[in-house]
């Protein structure tokens, strides 16, 4: 047996998990979503009405869309500045620079926890810590999770606070721009602002752009805050109906599986224009240190 099929040998373990795992539900995704289906019943196909329904008459379904692009526009570039900032101090050779970087990055992983959700409930609520402090200043103000108007504001700043995992990667990419750079341009008498932008922003750009694309998709994907923190109905006013949430109700409690595969495909292809997009955006502004 030669090498190169003692490869592929080890690697059907892998074949199979793709295909049973990844490629079999997509497509039964994409066939479902051409049907009436139940689970309970049997799939009966429609065609293109699911989509037709989607797009023409169903005004809750573009009140999800509004909502979602709304939590997207706002929290990823929050969510990525905070990062940048809080990377820019950590890479000032700070003394226990590993245990702030812990303490920092434990957020994403407790952010999309059930636990954090139901906390954030707490501090925004009417008796919240957020409201206590408001009081301090004679400011009184009802609960911001109940508030159609600030609802969906309250899961941006969950996610602002989520920063860990981008702050990290800006981190290692700072620490990869050699310090001769800024001494050069110190030298120059270039001051630290002007330093920023003319040398840690440029060569940070490819790693600015990564974490765009990862959180922008990250974004778009959002659910569990939501469910938490409104028991799963999006309110109130459907002022918090994420798009995977309202795709969520659709499939599981209301049985839709095929209108619910529908959105599905929607949002992935949703998801692919926004990431072309940015690929395509990218040239203008992305530099990469080996370009003549």
Known sequence: MTEGVAGYVFLIPWFIGLAVI??????ASLYLSFTDYNPLGSPKWVG?????????ADPQYWTSVRVTLVYVVLS??????????LALALDKGLRGLNFYRSV????SLLGGSVAIALLWRQVFGAKGMINQVLGWFGIHAGSWIANPNTAVYTLVALSAWMFGAPMVIFLAGLRQIPAEYYEAAAV????????????????????????LILQTINAFQAFTPAYVISDGTGGPVDSTLFYTLYLYQQ??????MGYASAMAWVLLAVVGIFTAINFIGSKYWVFYGDEG
């Open 22 to 27: 990844v490629i079999f539900p997509m497509l």
């Open 48 to 56: 293109l009405a699911n989509y037709v329904k989607m797009f023409t």
């Open 76 to 85: 990823v570039p929050i969510q990525l500045l905070f990062a940048l900032l």
């Open 104 to 107: 920092y990055y434990l957020p």
């Open 188 to 211: 120059d008498g270039a001051g630290s602002v002007r330093r920023f932008f003319s040398i840690t922003l440029p060569l940070l750009s490819p790693v600015l752009f990564f974490n």
């Open 251 to 256: 499939g599981f409690r209301y049985l839709h």
